[in-house]
């Protein structure tokens, strides 16, 4: 019996993370490890992290317009 073989398309994703008043660069960095581990075990690859301070999170985007144009501009395959 001959086996089919599944050509699967390797998954990538970004990791974006922000430094508030309540969480250090370490502290931020330390949660992004372990978040590309997580990827890792589930067979996602991280090819990117963006960081950026900001006192809390933007509502509507998470973080400022300028990181969500790095964000979209390093990312143009992902639907808007």
């Known amino acids: 019996m001959i086996e ?6 390797e998954q990538k994703t970004v990791l974006v993370g922000l430094v508030t008043a309540e969480q250090t660069e370490q502290q931020l960095n330390e ?4 978040l590309a581990f997580l990827a890792a075990t589930a067979g996602v690859v991280a090819v ?3 960081t950026q301070k900001l006192a809390h999170p933007d509502s509507r ?16 395959n992902i639907a808007t």
């Open 4 to 9: 089919k073989k599944k050509l699967q398309q």
């Open 31 to 34: 949660y992004l490890d372990e």
């Open 48 to 50: 990117k992290r963006f």
């Open 61 to 76: 985007t998470f973080v400022g317009k300028g990181k969500l144009e790095e964000i979209k501009n390093m990312c143009p």
